[in-house]
T-cell receptor
Framework: DADVTQTPRNRITKTGKRIMLECSQT?????MYWYRQDPGLGLRLIYY???????NKGEISDGYSVSRQAQAKFSLSLESAIPNQTALYFC??????????????FGPGTRLTVL | GENVEQHPSTLSVQEGDSAVIKCTYS??????FPWYKQELGKGPQLIID?????GEKKDQRIAVTLNKTAKHFSLHITETQPEDSAVYFC???????????FGKGTRLSVIA
């Protein structure tokens, strides 16, 4: 969905490096999410934020941190990257108002490789 | 918490045939069940969803059925076409304030 953008789209880094993945949205949604996708494991929730001052851990938050800089921006950081964090990362948004409160809109993804 | 199981993990069908993907969930409080389609190189996109107050919903060649008693729901695609080839994810959510929990995905291949 072009309303949710992720940068970079691809990143190759080395073990121990700090990495930041960024997500921006123009949908005006208040809720934002970070997921990780691995082959055969589906989409697993890393962190989520229901508004600017709200941060919640998901299923697999260890080794990751997030920052909600503004309603439209939600960044994911890997403080010290390790090879098993090699994966496809997706940002998603949803709107708490209205009927479709659960519907999530995904960005195009960031492919991260940690060597 | 909620746990969603999805089967099969891979599915191959001939063009024109039907495809069925099944999911089960564990939390009886779940009331929203979306299906997402992920094409190669793209993020998942919502294709259809169903809420717990209905048993079936259709949108052209796609339908979803829900059995709350058995805690399972299914995606049905009729008259499959090559462009239906993708990874499909089911998900469930107990409430509007609980993030979606996803199944592990089904890779559907439609053979022309």
């Amino acid at each position: 969905d072009a309303d949710v953008t992720q940068t970079p789209r691809n990143r190759i880094t080395k073990t121990g490096k700090r990495i930041m993945l960024e997500c921006s949205q123009t949908k005006g949604h208040d809720r934002m999410y970070w997921y990780r996708q691995d082959p055969g494991l589906g989409l697993r929730l890393i962190y989520y934020s229901f508004d600017v001052k709200d941060i919640n851990k998901g299923e697999i938050s260890d080794g990751y941190s997030v920052s909600r800089q503004a309603q439209a921006k939600f960044s994911l950081s890997l403080e010290s990257a390790i090879p098993n964090q090699t994966a496809l990362y997706f940002c998603a948004t949803s709107d708490s108002s209205g009927r479709a409160v659960n519907e999530q809109f995904f960005g195009p993804g960031t492919r991260l490789t940690v060597l | 918490g909620e746990n969603v199981e999805q089967h099969p993990s891979t599915l191959s069908v001939q063009e024109g045939d039907s495809a069925v993907i099944k999911c089960t969930y564990s939390d009886s409080a779940s009331n929203y069940f979306p299906w997402y389609k992920q094409e190669l190189g793209k993020g998942p996109q919502l294709i259809i969803d169903i809420r717990s107050n209905v048993g079936e919903k259709k949108d052209q060649r796609i339908a979803v059925t829900l059995n709350k008693t058995a805690k399972h729901f299914s995606l049905h695609i009729t008259e499959t076409q090559p462009e239906d080839s993708a990874v499909y994810f089911c998900a469930a959510s107990p409430s509007g304030n609980t993030p979606l929990v996803f199944g592990k995905g089904t890779r559907l291949s439609v053979i022309a």
